[in-house]
C-alpha cells in the first residue's frame, strides 16, 4: 500500500507528529512532502491550467512531482495545524493550484479509488473547518473514502501535549489506521460522490470550457463510462 503524506507546514509539531504516526500504522511505502519547502508557489490566477492545460501553469514543473505521487497513492494524508480557523496558506496555495481537477473541470479517474485523510490540530478550536479545508479539495478530485481526524491539543508543540492527550491520539491512529488497511480495494464512490459526478457530466455535455469537454468526452464519461467501474 502506497501511502503520500502533504504536510501544510514545515515543521515537526503535533499535526506532522500524528499524521507520521497514522502512516507509520498504515504501513507500506510511504511519500512526505512539506509545504511550503516542497512547493510554496501561490497561484498567479492565469487559469492557464483550466482554459489551456495544467503543463501550461508556471509552476507545473515543481507541481509535478507532487501529482505524480498524488497519483500513484492509494491513501493521500492532507495535515494542517488551525491558522485562524483554517487551514494554513501553504496548503490552501497547494490546493489553489490543483483546481482543474476539480469534478466540474477534468477529475483523474485513478482518485476514484483511494482514501483520502485530513489532520488538522489546533489549540482549542477550528479543526472543523480546517479539516473541511482540505476535505472538499479531495471530494472534488474524487475520492470516494474520506477520513477527518480533528485534535484540539491545547498546546503550541508536540512535547506539551498532555499524557492523556496522546494516549487518546494513540488509540484513534490505531483505530483509523485498522478501517484504512480493511477498505483498502475496497472502496467505492457514494450516493453524494455518484450524484456530483453526474451533475457535472449534465455541465459538460452542454459545456462551456473545450478543454475540460475534450477530458470528459475522451475518457468516455459523457457517454456510458464510469472512472470508479
Ligand atoms: C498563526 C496561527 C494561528 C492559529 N490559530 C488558531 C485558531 O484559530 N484556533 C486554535 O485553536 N489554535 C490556533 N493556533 C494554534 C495552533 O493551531 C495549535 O497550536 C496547533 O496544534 C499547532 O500545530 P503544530 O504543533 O503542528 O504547529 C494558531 C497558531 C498559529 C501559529
Same mark, same amino acid.
Given at each position: 500500500?502506497?501511502?503520500?503524506i502533504?504536510?501544510?507546514?514545515?515543521?515537526?509539531?503535533?499535526?506532522?507528529? *500524528?499524521?507520521k504516526?497514522?502512516?507509520?500504522?498504515?504501513?507500506?511505502?510511504?511519500?512526505?512532502?512539506?509545504?511550503?519547502?516542497?512547493?510554496?508557489?501561490?497561484?498567479?490566477?492565469c487559469?492557464?491550467?483550466?482554459?489551456?492545460?495544467?503543463?501550461?501553469?508556471?509552476?507545473?514543473?515543481?507541481?509535478?512531482?507532487?501529482?505524480?505521487?498524488?497519483?500513484?497513492?492509494?491513501?493521500?494524508i492532507?495535515?494542517?495545524?488551525?491558522?485562524?480557523?483554517?487551514?494554513?496558506?501553504?496548503?490552501?496555495?497547494?490546493?489553489?493550484?490543483l483546481g482543474?481537477?476539480?469534478?466540474?473541470?477534468?477529475?483523474?479517474?485513478?482518485?476514484?479509488?483511494?482514501?483520502?485523510?485530513? *489532520?488538522?490540530?489546533?489549540?482549542?478550536?477550528?479543526?472543523k473547518?480546517?479539516?473541511?479545508?482540505?476535505?472538499?479539495?479531495?471530494?472534488?478530485?474524487?475520492?470516494?473514502?474520506?477520513?477527518?481526524?480533528?485534535?484540539?491539543?491545547?498546546?503550541?508543540?508536540?512535547?506539551?501535549?498532555?499524557?492523556?492527550?496522546?494516549?487518546?491520539?494513540?488509540?484513534?491512529?490505531?483505530?483509523?489506521?485498522?478501517?484504512?488497511?480493511?477498505?483498502?480495494?475496497?472502496?467505492?464512490?457514494?450516493?453524494k460522490?455518484?450524484?456530483?459526478f453526474?451533475l457535472?457530466?449534465?455541465?459538460?455535455?452542454?459545456?462551456?470550457?473545450?478543454?475540460d469537454?475534450?477530458?470528459?468526452?475522451?475518457?468516455?464519461?459523457?457517454?456510458?463510462?464510469?472512472?470508479?467501474?
Open positions: 500500500m502506497k501511502t503520500l502533504i504536510y501544510g507546514q514545515n515543521h515537526q509539531g503535533s499535526t506532522y507528529h *500524528i499524521g504516526e497514522l502512516a507509520d500504522k498504515i504501513g507500506g511505502d510511504t511519500k512526505e512532502y512539506f509545504l511550503p519547502k516542497d512547493f510554496g508557489e501561490f497561484c498567479l490566477g487559469t492557464n491550467c483550466f482554459m489551456k492545460g495544467e503543463e501550461a501553469c508556471p509552476h507545473h514543473e515543481k507541481l509535478k512531482p507532487i501529482v505524480e505521487a498524488l497519483d500513484e497513492a492509494d491513501v493521500v492532507l495535515t494542517s495545524p488551525v491558522y485562524v480557523l483554517h487551514s494554513t496558506g501553504s496548503m490552501k496555495a497547494f490546493l489553489d493550484h482543474y481537477r476539480w469534478m466540474v473541470h477534468r477529475p483523474e479517474e485513478k482518485m476514484f479509488k483511494k482514501q483520502g485523510v485530513c *489532520i488538522s490540530t489546533a489549540a482549542g478550536a477550528g479543526m473547518s480546517t479539516n473541511k479545508d482540505m476535505a472538499d479539495s479531495l471530494f472534488n478530485w474524487g475520492i470516494p473514502k474520506i477520513y477527518k481526524y480533528g485534535m484540539a491539543v491545547a498546546a503550541t508543540s508536540w512535547e506539551e501535549v498532555s499524557e492523556k492527550k496522546l494516549a487518546k491520539i494513540h488509540k484513534d491512529t490505531d483505530r483509523l489506521a485498522t478501517a484504512i488497511k480493511n477498505n483498502h480495494g475496497k472502496v467505492k464512490p457514494s450516493a460522490l455518484k450524484a456530483w453526474m457535472c457530466r449534465f455541465i459538460q455535455k452542454n459545456g462551456y470550457n473545450p478543454k469537454m475534450e477530458h470528459w468526452n475522451e475518457k468516455g464519461w459523457t457517454a456510458d463510462k464510469r472512472p470508479w467501474k
